[in-house]
C-alpha cells in the first residue's frame, strides 16, 4: 500500500505569495495530523482531522493558515499571504482510529523568500 | 517549561553499544509516541506505547506511567541508528506535545 503522500516536496516562493500544500492519506485512515518543523520550535501540531471533519486547529498559528479535507483521500493546508517565517518543513501523517502509530509523509521544505 | 523532555540532546555511541534515551513528561496522557527521523528528513513512527514495554528488533521502549517517564533503548547499535529520536505524548483529544529531540551518532 502505497504511504502518505504529500505533494510538493519543495516549494520556494516569494513573500506574499499563496502557498497550497498537499496530502494524500493511506487508504482507510480516518485520522489526518498536519505538523510543521523548525528548528527553533521542533514539531508542532497544527492542526488535526476525524472523518474528514476538523478537530482541534488550536496549534494553526494565525489566520493566514487554514486547512481542508474536502475528501478522505485529500487534504489542503494552505498559507495566504505567506511570510519568511512560515518557512519550515511541513508534515502530514494519519492513521487509523488515532489509537495506531501515525504514518508520516515525506514533508514538504517550504522557504518563503 | 516543556511538557516533554528528553535527554540528552545529543549522543555519541560506538558500534555495538547499548543505548539509553529518556523522555518525562508532565502531563497526563493516553499513548507516548517515539519517533525516529533521518537526516534526510523523514520520521517513521517507532513505538506507540500507554504502558510496560515493546520491543522491535534491536529496539526497545519502556514507560513508567506512575513515573511519567519512558526510555528507548538501543541494543548492539549500527551506524545506520544515527538518527534524531523524538518523543511525544498524545493527550485525550489527541493534543500532541513533542519532545526537542536527540540527536545520536553511532561511529564505526
Known amino acids: 500500500d502505497a504511504g502518505v503522500i504529500q505533494s510538493p516536496r519543495h516549494e520556494v516562493t516569494e513573500m506574499g505569495q499563496e502557498v497550497t500544500l498537499r496530502c494524500k492519506p493511506i487508504s482507510g485512515h480516518d485520522y489526518l495530523f498536519w505538523y510543521r518543523q523548525t528548528m527553533m520550535r521542533g514539531l508542532e501540531l497544527l492542526i488535526y482531522?476525524?472523518?474528514?471533519?476538523?478537530?482541534?486547529d488550536s496549534g494553526m498559528p494565525e489566520d493566514r493558515f487554514s486547512a481542508k479535507m474536502p475528501n478522505a483521500s485529500f487534504s489542503t493546508l494552505k498559507i495566504q499571504p505567506s511570510e519568511p517565517r512560515d518557512s519550515a518543513v511541513y508534515f502530514c501523517?494519519?492513521?487509523?482510529?488515532?489509537?495506531?502509530?501515525?504514518?508520516f509523509g515525506d514533508g514538504t521544505r517550504l522557504s518563503i523568500l | 517549561k516543556n511538557e516533554v523532555e528528553q535527554s540528552p540532546q545529543n549522543l555519541t555511541a560506538q558500534e555495538g553499544e547499548f543505548i539509553t534515551i529518556n523522555c518525562s513528561y508532565s502531563?497526563?496522557?493516553?499513548?507516548l509516541h517515539w519517533l525516529q527521523q533521518h537526516p534526510g528528513g523523514g520520521i517513521v513512527s517507532l513505538f506507540m506505547?500507554?504502558?510496560g514495554k515493546k520491543k522491535h528488533g534491536r529496539l526497545i521502549a519502556t514507560i513508567n506511567i506512575q513515573e511519567k517517564h519512558s526510555s528507548l533503548h538501543i541494543t548492539a547499535s549500527h551506524p545506520r541508528d544515527s538518527a534524531v529520536y523524538i518523543c511525544?505524548?498524545?493527550?485525550?483529544?489527541?493534543?500532541?506535545?513533542f519532545g526537542t529531540g536527540t540527536s545520536l551518532t553511532v561511529i564505526p
Open positions: 511525544a505524548v498524545s493527550r485525550p483529544g489527541n493534543q500532541f506535545y
Open positions: 501523517a494519519s492513521t487509523l482510529r488515532g489509537r495506531k502509530p501515525q504514518h
Open positions: 506505547l500507554s504502558s
Open positions: 502531563v497526563g496522557i493516553s499513548a
Open positions: 482531522f476525524n472523518n474528514n471533519v476538523p478537530i482541534d
